[in-house]
């Protein structure tokens, strides 16, 4: 369920974002990938606006390349994408 600020904001993922947690609902543990499609990194921009808003948050670091931010889709993300079906 999404929390009360997003309810009373009404904020809504971007076409950006979308696409990013998305690929979270199939990956074990709601990964949330570090490229895009083609082989792109994601726009940092466009995950810490996710962790923000409440829909993805930090899941580990990442020793080889610390600054990969390594998310998982939380529970409010999810509710997120089911609201939009």
Same mark, same amino acid.
């Given at each position: 369920?999404?929390?009360?600020?997003?309810?009373?904001?009404?904020?809504?993922?971007?076409?950006?974002? &979308?696409?990013?947690?998305?690929?979270? &609902?199939?990956?074990?543990?709601?990964?949330?990938?570090?490229?895009?499609?083609?082989?792109?990194?994601?726009?940092?921009?466009?995950?810490?606006? =996710?962790?923000?808003?409440?829909?993805?948050?930090?899941?580990?670091?990442?020793?080889?390349?610390?600054?990969?931010?390594? =998310?998982? &889709?939380?529970?409010?993300?999810?509710?997120? &994408?089911?609201?939009?079906?």
């Amino acid at each position: 369920m999404a929390s009360a600020d997003q309810v009373s904001t009404g904020q809504k993922p971007t076409a950006a974002q &979308l696409r990013y947690l998305r690929r979270g &609902l199939k990956q074990p543990g709601g990964k949330l990938p570090l490229f895009d499609e083609r082989g792109q990194l994601i726009s940092a921009s466009t995950i810490q606006s =996710c962790i923000k808003a409440g829909w993805a948050v930090p899941w580990f670091e990442n020793p080889i390349k610390p600054d990969w931010l390594v =998310c998982k &889709l939380t529970p409010e993300g999810r509710a997120v &994408l089911e609201d939009l079906r």
